[in-house]
């Protein structure tokens, strides 16, 4: 099995991609409000704008170039969800942006990647921003994380993301299923399916962590080493950065729960309430493998602790056997004349002077023994 | 009394059984919510099912195997508390939710292991999920755990279960006596005395923990070993899972205290804020038992400098005795010819030249003991 | 003073009495709400009843046996307070229950000790349950500790308390003197200043704390033994056990004054704000000493790490000058043949070698006394 | 430097006089509310009392004995302000509280010397109590610190502090002067004028605070001492003390300022904001300096980590070093029979044998140099 | 790469300036509110006052001397930003006051230069004390710091600043340009860009410190050293400090977007929402680097005591090896007569003494050693 734990831990390493918060370009300050930056680190080559337009009988998925092509499907009694895929390109998502005639703020926040999660009305639309991180399945990284928003008007959504990994695959699965309740009801629901879909990716992340957590706990124990240390560290600093990537989300839902926008349903509410469970639930996850993270810190500094004991109890342990045994053996190899007098180291000439030594040797050699077995040190 | 607690301690180990939150299959992301998908890990044959109806005047337990045939006790003037056991044949549940039309988000919740304790209203009927936590009396384990779940409507109770565990055997009992409160008032006193059931459980595991807690402290003081170490790791990680289990489960009582709903009456209320307090309480009591369990960190850290401290006194004393007298040793062992001049180790011919230096070695040594006499080393 | 400090610190190890929480016989889950059953360990062999009645001119204590005796005092206009000791017979607690028509759980909270400090208005009644701890001033243990619940009706006041400690007795002679503010004013007015008697005793056992804490700290900063760690880990646990029994009186209290109750007067709502101040007083003090704990605990540790410091120093001193200087007599110990050669240790020959040797020594032993010097180890 | 920091350490010791909630007499439990008893330890050998008399063109200082002498003052349309100095003379302060007519529970406070702070109307005045903390600035102890309390009415205001420090003259001053804002406005006015005096008064308390731990912090980076450790403990308490100190009288200012009471005027009001923001400034500050104590503690424990560190590489050099040298020399010393063998110890005949020898100690003693060096442990 | 490090901890060292809450000079106390004394440390030789006119079409920037100058275009349509850098020269200032007539509070604190951070209406006109912090970019110092503070009218706006940094640069640029929200808004919007540019700057700060957690990250993993203690300690101060600078600036905030103030317009707010949002970021920001300040201690301490074990593990080895050799060669160094009798050290005259009792020593060596690979230790 050690292999497969080093393997983890291999893996552990990165951890989390750096914290944006960190390397993240920023705006240089002062700055216009509004001022459109990109300032993340992912590039797509072009901007990728698909068109699902949806009623309760009909579906239709087409990638458009200009976004003025999708001016009929909104402007039909049918729904609408476009979503946008890379924001590199300023230009096109200008465009885009005028098209729905986007606030300056919202404009910055879609493409300034260090965003902390938010949920807030502009007038006829609701713009929410929020971080997704999932656990990566194959190989190399263990995390992946991006930053997504949406915009969601009364009969059509927005969402915009930086890469084109296929986060929404199971929502779109189950919108090209008619008579789900996703046809059925309003875009509010698709929000709803949409925030819900990147809520879950957090709980993949979560069981992660939990792994790693495990993993080096079990490595602590029974051989704690210093890169386990740093494994600690910087498991520390991932869950400071989720947390901050997922805390507000919570307040912004709540939000959208009391707040009275004809924009969301009260059915969808309902199913809003369970989002913002989930959102509790992670933020709670998150804050107890804190709580373990730290435990862990104290079992390596314990692990050490007994370490250092028995290091030094293995060299008290010879020490105060031989030490003694040498000073004796010191005392018969001093050099005093014999001859010069009768007191002057009789024992050197007795018969039996050397086996009584040695005997004598071998008895406070065995006493110590016998003490330190009385003290458990053996 | 080392033998018991050493006993005590082996149960310790495994502690609470391995937090679901962890280990309970996950669904994968992007399900369509409501997705019914049992997440738990305990499985019974099949479901069973059991109606209990009962009036002021009359008890009856009947044992159904389709939920068809609870109808008639529906109807009626009785009322109902219909007990589920069992969770992994999807199919009959899914009879017994559309038998009573209940919300998706509550058929997914009743199946969903890893649920946060909530309390919350669904039109008709009021959700109620929480998890219970006893010790186990008989031997193996230390703890049962398993996610109980009730829906109250206006004439009956719901109950949803894991496990064919008995835990709600006093209830029953106490229903069986005529004349009974239970029996007297309506299901939302059932639904109170089912919950309180559930909560008293909370405070036999918070006795069992109690108890490790108090054979771990015993061993620290007397003899601290890394094992102990590993005991409070545990506890540490049982206790934060505990939490987490009891936390939400206040606010959820709180807002059936505060709520205007008609399926509570006042009359129950009063002993629903006697719920609410004993929930507390089980709060206050898991966060006093987590700063114990910092404590006895905090004990066996300092136990193990003690026991460093007195390894180390040990080395020294030895050594600061030894060490000087082998020196004057050694220097009488030295092969300085005498005759080549009389400056040349003129001691080794003096008649009392052995005696002296022994005596001397001997002064040396007692003034070493008293020295560390004076500091307390011995 | 020594003998004083150990003295007080002999009595600290008790320090409270074994929290009621973990020690107290719990009810077996799933009991009747209401169910009646006493879980102290405090023992009187009987039910002491006194009734104390009283009017503006009037006063007189009637030790009672059968609570039916009662009323006659209570249908007059004269104030009364029916004082019940002891809490084991059940069987005569439950006539005075009934004579008073008393909720069932008010019932089951007076007799199950380990309850959290409650203040619960039912109907025409005011409940209050708060545990005493006070100061013993007499030898033996270092804490008296018991439950005391009283119900303040309209012209009634029923206290109960497990033994038949005197802690009323100030009250009592307040109201034996005629024209004192108890006798003047309404049974609301006596109950404040039973509440205010108990909550005095609280400062005797904070100023109890704060001595044994001076006392610790004096001896942890003289001479640290492991025995201290362990009076600092008791401390800690008193402290939670203190404040879990203070902590939510203050939100009983806080609704006393804002509730609209007839049951208490404007006038006496003045005095309970003062009661209310002493019990945040109270909460304050027993944080702040919490807090000096901690501090206590790691003066503690950095003793220990001192005391090591100390003894390696030793150790490293004489091992650092007797090292280097043995090895140099060991080398004029070789037996190489100076015969055999002129380069064969000459210096045995010499005629000074050996007070040259020993003056080396000397002068090696010096410098390292020097270095240790500047080093500031000696 | 050195000796300045070093006086700074000593005036540190005592740092705040000892906490009177710990030694402060207490009343003994169940004494009648509004038992006056004082309760501090500062004795003035009789009550002062002085009127200070003003209106917009007028002011007077008249020092009485007897209050009554204060009715003409206070009866005219001027605005007076009794100062009262001394608080053990129960008798004469008797006299002024029923003068003025005050609440038996202000008559308690404002003896009894451990009080938190509190604001707190009663009917037609406001009662105010806090403790001054301020720097000393001459010599001997480093803090003085003593109880204020105001009583505000529609147009008098009484102080009492427990001793004749001239804390008030910069007030005085300003009262003396025509024309200023004091003289002005109303008696609200002087009661903020009296409150802001009382909280500058922190700033120089914590200043003295900000430069015992700069020094501290600069002795324990060169050099830690046991000793300043404890200083850090004393630095611990006494922040603890002050907090608890200002902590309360947040609160109370702010109910003064939400309050609709007609003794303190709208203008008044803006200034009470400020007084309001400088508590909290010192409350930010002292919570900053707890901090900044703790980041001390941590340094202080490093530092001996460091210490030892240092002292362990010294002994393991010199051991590492000596030790195999010593083996060498021992094995050279050993008595086997050259004429016995060829075998035995043929060595010690070789010509070059003992420069042989000593040329390879030297080369095993540089080795391990070199081994350290590169560990850098040298 | 450790060039660049080393250099970027020597910026470290001093990182933020002194903050002034310990430094600045204090009022004394008593001083009448209001009372006009500038607390700083940056002095300017003298005032300067530049009037900014703008309307939607035109903008102009006039240096003036006195403020009467101003007066003219105040009084016109035209929006009017007043900049006043240099707060020494208090006369100068009062006239600027006086003209504007401010209320003595904010005089007072516009000038005392260790405020919170506040945002208060006074009557017809906001004040907003704030502080600014920003990375230093040109070499030695690493941070710069100044207070800043703005008067916000219905149609002007005066900045106040220390010294006479060009840190709304940025915003004139913008003002300058024909067309920009700036130009076309009111002084409102001026004030948030303002408000929004002091708070760019901190993220600039974050960036540093986070660049210089990062840097002492690398030095403590790789070799730690007490220098990296103190870089660590001063890391905390100066997150306490800057939280304390940036904590309360919060709260006024966001009573700015709450208060019916009729100074700021509902466009703007949607502005300083944005400006809420980034405060909120900053402070999260700095929490979570105090939290990596304590993770980097632990990483500190406990690279401490993996330092000290490898020196405990060489110095163990070593002397578990030699002593027990030492030992043997003793014996065989003792002087014991082999003539005296057959049994006193035949050893010594065996052919083979000499070779058996080295390779005895070899093996013994050997086991050694390869007890010590079984153990980990080499």
Chains 1, 2, 3, 4, 5 share one sequence.
Do not use: C
């Amino acid at each position: 099995m050690s292999a497969k734990i080093r393997k983890s831990i291999g893996k552990i390493k990165g951890l989390l991609p750096t914290p944006t918060i960190r390397k993240a370009q920023r705006k240089p300050p002062g700055q216009a409000p509004g001022t459109v930056l990109h300032t993340g680190t992912q590039k797509l080559d072009k901007v990728l704008i698909t068109v699902h337009d949806f009623t309760e009988t009909h579906f239709e998925s087409i990638p458009i170039t200009e976004i003025e092509k999708s001016a009929p499907y909104l402007s039909d009694s049918s729904k609408t969800w476009i979503q946008v895929r890379g924001l590199h390109d300023i230009d096109t998502l200008k465009k885009v942006w005028d098209f729905f005639d986007l606030h300056p703020l919202i404009q910055e926040d879609i493409v300034s990647i260090s965003q902390r999660p938010k949920v807030e009305p502009y007038g006829e639309v609701i713009f929410i921003v929020m971080r997704m991180i999932a656990a990566h399945n194959n190989g190399g990284e263990m995390f992946k994380s991006e930053q997504i928003s949406f915009v969601l008007g009364s009969n059509f959504i927005l969402s915009f993301q930086e890469s084109d990994e296929p986060i929404f695959e199971p929502v779109l699965k189950r919108l090209e299923t008619t008579g789900t309740r996703l046809r059925r009801l309003g875009v509010d629901y698709l929000a709803y399916a949409l925030l819900d879909n990147v809520v879950d990716h957090y709980f993949s992340a979560l069981d992660q962590i939990g792994e790693s957590i495990e993993s080096i706990e079990e490595l602590v124990i029974t051989n704690p080493k210093p890169e386990h240390l740093q494994n600690i560290h910087s498991m520390r600093r991932d869950l400071i950065y989720f947390r901050k990537s997922v805390w507000s989300l919570r307040d912004g839902i709540n939000s959208l729960l009391r707040d009275e926008t004809p924009l969301i349903s009260n059915e969808v509410k309902v199913f809003l309430r369970d989002v913002y469970d989930h959102v509790v639930q992670v933020i709670d996850s998150i804050e107890n493998q804190r709580e373990m993270v730290y435990s862990l810190y104290d079992m390596y500094m314990s692990a050490l602790s007994n370490r250092m004991n028995e290091v030094m109890k293995v060299l008290t342990i010879i020490a105060t056997i031989f030490i003694p045994l040498t000073f004796i053996a010191g005392i018969y190899g001093m050099n005093f004349n014999p001859e010069a007098s009768r007191w002057n180291m009789p024992e050197l000439s007795w018969p039996w002077g050397y086996p009584a030594v040695m005997v004598l040797m071998l008895i406070l050699g065995l006493l110590m023994v016998v003490y330190f077995k009385k003290k458990r040190w053996l």
